[in-house]
DNA sequence: ATCTTAGTTCGAATTTGTTCGAACTAAGCA
DNA sequence: TGCTTAGTTCGAACAAATTCGAACTAAGAT
């Protein structure tokens, strides 16, 4: 891969259980944190101890509940914290993804 | 009941992860909201549309998140949201339960 | 054309969460 | 003492989430 019809969901549908519940997921925290510390990153790229085919899931769930964007260069997918989200829609959760512990 | 030992958990044992999880239900988001209106709600005053049992769960999830307290008061428990964990732990995280739509 | 890299999708196994009825406990009241 | 109210706990059923290996796709390099 990649070329793929990544769906970034339009961000007023997104409710806040779903986002509650993207976040969840201690892995999917620390992809959050990768993000905002690395502004870019693939898939490969992000913190990981699961399988590829789990890691995938994750970044799904993630882009699913409006959190992050992906785009596609060559063959690898990079994905980005998608700021509008937080600023317009969840202001102040970043700041508490960021400064999240254990 | 009640004259239970409701247990409270220290806040700096809660993590993120757990908070954000047991804000993923819409239930148990309804729940905070009644609180954040209401200052103080005995079991049976909250929204609700499920069987006692399913409630009483709801609301231990948000206990164990350090979310609420529950203090008895005759046969009822009145239950109130744990605002140092918000002040404290989660900042602008109560603004975010109380905004949420849908 | 083939190989490699990067990621997705499928299906199944396992774990975790939700929901409820039924039985229980404890306080307050008659 | 017995009845009612308020909530808990247990166990089981069901639903949803997590995880992985294996098979796949698509782009780029050799």
Redesign the interface.
């Given at each position: 891969m990649a070329a793929k019809a990544y769906q970034h969901p339009d961000l007023k549908n997104v409710?806040?259980?779903q986002v509650?519940?993207a976040?969840?997921?201690?892995c999917r925290?620390s992809i959050m944190q990768a993000l905002i510390r690395e502004q870019e990153l693939a898939c490969n790229e992000l913190p990981s101890d699961v399988a590829k085919a789990t890691l995938s899931h994750h970044v799904g769930v993630l882009r699913d509940a409006g959190l992050i964007t992906t785009r596609v260069e060559g063959t690898k997918c990079l994905n980005s914290v998608r700021h509008e989200a937080f600023n317009d829609y969840?202001?102040?959760?970043l700041?508490?993804?960021q400064n999240?512990?254990?």
């Open positions: 409710s806040f259980s509650m519940q976040l969840s997921d201690p925290i969840f202001p102040g959760l700041n508490l993804i999240s512990h254990h």
